[in-house]
């Protein structure tokens, strides 16, 4: 077939980012020099959740699992020699995501770009954050006014750039089910679409304009024929609800846009290997249908469960990408799976289901209502708490992890601690150094009077984005910017789903959860106490919770009183509870890898205020050499993804209650 009748390729990408704007600028240049279509940038959780690298939560954080970007200068430097006005540019970003665009907005004006020709994507979809992702920094109605005026403003002044992606990506990853991943993200781009149709900022001959900038990001996992047709009833409903709720006429305004980010989640540390597999086959789902096909998509590596990919790593999945599109025929052809009566009935079934659920939590007020109400939450834990038991019980497979366990020596990981990239644990200090010259060298005058322009705009109904661009130019800081908008808005704590989740492991006589609940009993009246308590914490800007939950969830169920306060907590504030709360046991929870810094600080604050018997165990993406040195530092036990058994991990915890309280082991087989 002549090359010129192939369809066009999709956007590819590589999530990426790291420890400093400038190292991160050599990594783009890089992969853009080996054929990487478009950028998306991994910014880090200070940058995501509005703190400077000074900020006491952001210490061990910095440039971790993104680049670190506090201030103009920052921006400027992490694209320079990159000509913005050619590129198509995604930036995972979503409470601060005003912020980032005005400085992204301001360094392509210094390049002299046209912001007419500006291309890309800031995702900035608040909801899923209150339910997975946990960047979220104000509550759900000031978010949601955030996301608004940014949608009227790009819609007017940089008409190519799609200011939300609607992010059902870290659903699938909190739990959710294919029903639910469709209906959470659709009703959230209802509650964006009626806030901007309602904040009368946008002409009603204009809203088409909106709707066709409005994009979605979603996860495809390994079940690749159900993934698919998630996709066709995505693009389904998405046309039906533009069409009859807002009156889009134009088919073009009423299309489904999508970029893909494949399945994190269902990476295992064991066997590590099977990772490329599932990658290709996840990747398949959103690139075989033409009539579905996603207009970007970047792909994890195959490591991703052990730690931070290095550059090799990154370039092996965008060769996989490039092989698929230039080597094979699958551009050559229409949609391959149109009529086949097996994908329309899947189809249809997950259409009836989707909007089934969607009238559901219109009933309930929306998505906003859902949120605080807590529903959405609660349906997410139970449903992840649900999947780990079929995975546990062996009624859902995963080769390496519960079946298939045996394995050869694997040479990608014989050097486990050369595997996955490292971060300078200097760097911290050069990027806070940086900022604090930054702040003594811009115009103090101009940049506090741009601040007390945004807070007025912000406690007024002014659109906020001219004055937060003004911010940008005025050389105001990450965390300077989002302490204004707190001081106007506050802040939010999303509620956790872990008290109102139904059990999902059956204590039935002779189960390991029964032989546990016997194990947490006896050792509590060994102890004199009425019941074994448990704080579960997530110290630092870590927002990843669902692990932290399902072990919330299952202590609970096996008979513990658990503590768990949701995420962002200082060790200070993990030490305070403990003592508070009189606890047995103190499990952290980090994923982020800033555990080397923040376990070791519970545990002298433990010990400072005189508990140091408290026994604390870590989980977490944790390589072999931290481990050993946390366990040295005086951690009882370190768990990490290749320990998939929740229940045996909680009657490892009762053994260390146990153990810390000088109390003979129980002879029970959990």
């Given at each position: 077939m002549?090359?010129?009748?192939?369809?066009?390729?999709w956007?590819m990408?590589?999530?990426?980012?790291?420890?400093t704007?400038e190292?991160s600028?050599?990594?783009?240049?890089?992969?853009l020099a080996?054929?990487?279509?478009?950028?998306?940038?991994?910014f880090?959780?200070?940058?995501q959740?509005?703190?400077?690298p000074?900020?006491?939560?952001?210490?061990?954080?910095?440039?971790?699992?993104?680049?670190p970007?506090?201030?103009?200068?920052?921006?400027?430097?992490?694209?320079?020699?990159?000509p913005l006005?050619?590129?198509?540019?995604?930036?995972?970003i979503?409470?601060?995501?005003?912020?980032?665009?005005?400085?992204?907005?301001?360094v392509?004006e210094?390049?002299?770009a046209?912001?007419?020709?500006?291309q890309?994507?800031t995702?900035?979809?608040?909801?899923?954050e209150?339910?997975?992702?946990?960047t979220?920094?104000?509550?759900?109605v000031?978010?949601l006014?955030?996301t608004?005026?940014?949608i009227t403003?790009?819609?007017?002044?940089?008409?190519?750039w799609?200011?939300?992606?609607?992010?059902?990506?870290?659903l699938?990853?909190?739990?959710?089910?294919p029903?639910?991943?469709?209906?959470?993200?659709?009703?959230t781009?209802?509650?964006?679409?009626?806030?901007?149709r309602?904040s009368?900022?946008v002409?009603?001959?204009?809203?088409g304009?909106?709707?066709?900038r409005i994009?979605f990001?979603?996860?495809?996992?390994?079940?690749?024929i159900?993934?698919?047709?998630?996709?066709?009833?995505?693009a389904?409903?998405?046309?039906?609800?533009t069409?009859?709720?807002?009156?889009?006429?134009?088919?073009?305004?009423?299309r489904?846009?999508?970029?893909?980010?494949?399945?994190s989640?269902?990476?295992?540390?064991?066997?590590?290997?099977?990772?490329?597999?599932?990658?290709?086959?996840e990747?398949l789902?959103?690139?075989?249908s033409?009539?579905?096909?996603a207009?970007?998509?970047?792909?994890?590596?195959?490591?991703?469960?052990?730690g931070?990919?290095r550059p090799?790593?990154?370039?092996?999945?965008?060769?996989?990408q490039?092989?698929?599109?230039?080597?094979?025929?699958?551009?050559e052809?229409?949609?391959?799976?149109?009529?086949?009566?097996?994908?329309?009935?899947?189809?249809?079934?997950?259409?009836?289901?989707?909007?089934?659920?969607?009238?559901?939590i219109?009933q309930?007020?929306?998505a906003?209502a859902?949120?605080?109400?807590g529903?959405?939450?609660?349906?997410?834990?139970?449903?992840?708490?649900?999947?780990?038991?079929r995975?546990?019980?062996?009624?859902?497979?995963?080769v390496?992890?519960?079946?298939?366990?045996?394995?050869?020596?694997?040479?990608?990981?014989?050097?486990?601690?050369?595997a996955?990239?490292t971060?300078?644990?200097e760097?911290?200090?050069r990027?806070?150094?940086a900022l604090?010259e930054?702040r003594?060298?811009?115009?103090?005058?101009?940049?506090?009077?741009?601040?007390?322009?945004?807070?007025?705009a912000?406690a007024?109904?002014?659109?906020m984005?001219?004055?937060?661009v003004?911010c940008a130019?005025?050389?105001v800081?990450?965390?300077e910017?989002?302490?204004?908008?707190?001081?106007?808005?506050?802040?939010?704590?999303?509620?956790?789903?872990?008290?109102s989740?139904?059990?999902?492991?059956?204590?039935?006589?002779?189960s390991?959860?029964?032989l546990?609940?016997?194990?947490?009993?006896?050792?509590?009246?060994?102890?004199?106490v009425?019941?074994l308590r448990?704080?579960?914490?997530?110290?630092?800007l870590?927002?990843?919770?669902?692990?932290?939950e399902?072990i919330?969830?299952r202590?609970?169920d096996?008979g513990?009183?658990?503590?768990?306060?949701?995420?962002?907590?200082?060790?200070?504030?993990?030490?305070?509870?403990?003592?508070a709360?009189?606890?047995?046991?103190?499990g952290?929870?980090?994923?982020?890898?800033?555990?080397?810094?923040?376990?070791?600080?519970?545990?002298?604050?433990?010990?400072?205020?005189?508990?140091?018997d408290?026994?604390?165990?870590?989980?977490g993406?944790?390589?072999?050499?931290?481990?050993?040195?946390?366990?040295e530092?005086?951690?009882?036990?370190?768990?990490t993804?290749?320990?998939?058994?929740i229940?045996?991990?909680?009657?490892?915890?009762?053994?260390?209650?146990?153990?810390a309280?000088?109390l003979?082991?129980?002879e029970?087989?959990?």
């Open positions: 002549n090359e010129r009748q192939k369809d066009r390729p956007l990408r590589t999530y990426a980012g790291h420890s704007a190292a600028n050599e990594l783009y240049r890089r992969n080996k054929g990487q279509t478009g950028l998306s940038v991994a880090d959780l200070p940058t959740t509005g703190y400077d000074d900020h006491i939560l952001a210490r061990g954080e910095v440039g971790r699992v993104g680049v970007v506090s201030h103009l200068g920052d921006m400027r430097r992490l694209f320079q020699d990159i006005e050619q590129m198509n540019t995604s930036m995972t979503n409470a601060t995501a005003m912020w980032l665009l005005a400085l992204y907005q301001v392509a210094e390049q002299g046209d912001p007419d020709k500006l890309g994507t995702q900035n979809d608040i909801v899923k209150y339910l997975s992702r946990g979220h920094v104000f509550p759900p000031p978010s006014r955030l608004t005026d940014m403003y790009t819609v007017n002044r940089i008409p190519k799609n200011p939300i992606n609607i992010c059902s990506y870290h699938q990853e909190a739990g959710a089910t029903v639910q991943e469709i209906a959470y993200a659709m009703s781009a209802i509650a964006v679409l009626d806030a901007v309602d009368g900022q002409p009603e001959e204009k809203f304009d909106v709707v066709a994009s990001f979603v996860n495809a996992g390994v079940r690749f159900e993934e698919m047709c998630k996709m066709r009833a995505f389904r409903i998405w046309d039906r609800v069409r009859e709720r807002y009156g889009i006429t134009n088919a073009k305004q009423r489904f846009r999508y970029g893909v980010q494949v399945n989640l269902g990476l295992t540390e064991a066997q590590p290997e099977n990772n490329v597999q599932r990658i290709v086959l990747m789902a959103v690139t075989l033409k009539d579905a096909r207009r970007a998509v970047q792909l994890p590596a195959w490591n991703e469960a052990l931070l990919p090799w790593d990154q370039q092996w999945s965008l060769r996989i490039q092989v698929l599109a230039h080597e094979s025929d699958l551009l052809y229409e949609d391959i799976f149109a009529g086949s009566h097996v994908i329309e009935a899947k189809v249809d079934s997950l259409v009836e289901e989707s909007l089934a659920e969607i009238d559901r219109q309930m007020g929306g906003m859902a949120v605080e109400s529903y959405l939450k609660s349906e997410l834990v139970s449903s992840h708490a649900a999947r780990r038991a995975i546990e019980g062996g009624e859902e497979k995963i390496g992890v519960n079946i298939y366990e045996t394995t050869e020596p694997n040479p990608l990981t014989a050097d486990l601690d050369g996955i990239m971060v300078d644990p760097n911290e200090a990027v806070v150094a604090h930054w003594d060298n811009r115009d103090e005058t101009r940049a506090s009077e741009a601040l007390a322009a945004l807070k007025k912000a007024g109904t002014e659109n984005m001219e004055a937060t003004e130019r005025a050389g800081t990450t965390g910017w989002s302490w204004a908008l707190r001081d106007v808005f506050g802040e939010f704590r999303a509620p956790t789903g872990v008290s989740a139904p059990v999902a492991v059956t204590a039935e006589p002779g390991t959860l029964a546990v609940r016997e194990k947490v009993t006896r050792t509590a009246t060994d102890l004199g009425g019941r448990l704080l579960v914490g997530k110290p630092g870590d927002g990843h919770s669902n692990g932290a399902q919330a969830v202590a609970r096996a513990f009183e658990v503590v768990y306060q949701g995420i962002r907590l200082t060790p200070e504030q993990i030490t305070d509870a403990a003592i709360e009189d606890v047995h046991c103190v952290l929870s980090i994923l982020s890898g800033s555990h080397a810094e923040l376990v070791p600080d519970v545990l002298h604050r433990l010990r400072e205020a005189g508990a140091p408290i026994p604390v165990i870590a989980g993406i944790i390589p072999p050499a931290d481990a050993a040195a946390l366990i530092a005086g951690v009882a036990a370190v768990f993804p290749k320990d998939f058994g229940t045996e991990i909680i009657g490892r915890i009762v053994d260390e209650i146990r153990k309280n000088k003979d082991p129980l029970v087989p959990a």
